[in-house]
């Protein structure tokens, strides 16, 4: 994630620098590179709570549980 923000600065300030077409080249590559990582890394996290959430579930079924029951007055477990 450090490494996509400064990707990221990076190119915020190359393009506060002279224009030319060598250094719109980087920062074009710069940014892509940024937004990559990003997107990899979100991909990865809503994986990663796709995974606990369904871990979780299992946990309760696996207990018997009563998931509901905790949103009601007469249980004393939860």
Known sequence: MLVAA???VASA???NATHNAS????????REASTAI???LTILQAF???LLAKEDMETVKR???PVASCFTL???FC
């Open 6 to 8: 400064a990707l990221g």
């Open 13 to 15: 300030s190359k393009t």
């Open 23 to 30: 250094n719109n080249s980087t920062i074009k590559s710069l």
């Open 38 to 40: 990003f997107l990899v």
């Open 48 to 50: 990663q709570t796709l």
């Open 63 to 65: 207990m018997h549980f």
């Open 74 to 76: 007469s249980t004393s």
